[in-house]
């Protein structure tokens, strides 16, 4: 069993900057791809992030790519999502995930776990 909490969310100003964060419990955190998915008021849960299990890899929609960045940091079991330059349609509640069950990351519904998501509102 994994669990997930976020942190980070809040409001900023156009431009501005947020990081979110993504505490895992459990041993098997290594293990894992960590993902990370945003959903706005009535639209459907869409991927931003994710980063494989080894930290190799990492991957971004293409909305963000250039202004947000995903890693890991195995020695806290966190995971970050640093967003930059934000704009007004960033806002939403960002999700953390973990274990995709051999699915495509990029696809939220293979994810095993969740958190309880953090909002985070830009303004213009």
């Known amino acids: 069993q994994v669990q997930l909490v976020e942190s980070g969310g809040g409001s900023v100003q156009a431009g501005g900057s947020l990081r979110l964060s993504c505490a895992a419990s459990?041993?098997?955190?290594?293990?894992?791809?960590m993902g990370w998915f945003r959903q706005a008021p009535g639209k459907e849960r869409d991927f931003v992030a994710a980063?494989?299990?080894?930290?190799?890899?990492?991957y971004l929609a293409d909305a963000v790519k250039g202004r947000f960045t995903i890693s890991r940091d195995y020695a806290k079991n966190t995971v970050y999502l640093q967003m930059n330059s934000l704009k007004p349609e960033d806002t939403a509640v960002y999700y953390c995930?973990?274990?995709?069950?051999?699915?495509?990351?990029?696809?939220?519904?293979?994810?095993?776990?969740w958190g309880q998501g953090t909002q985070v509102t830009v303004s213009s």
């Open positions: 995930a973990a274990d995709p069950q051999g699915g495509n990351y990029w696809d939220n519904s293979p994810y095993r776990y």
């Open positions: 980063i494989n299990a080894i930290g190799s890899n990492a």
């Open positions: 459990g041993r098997t955190f290594t293990s894992y791809t």
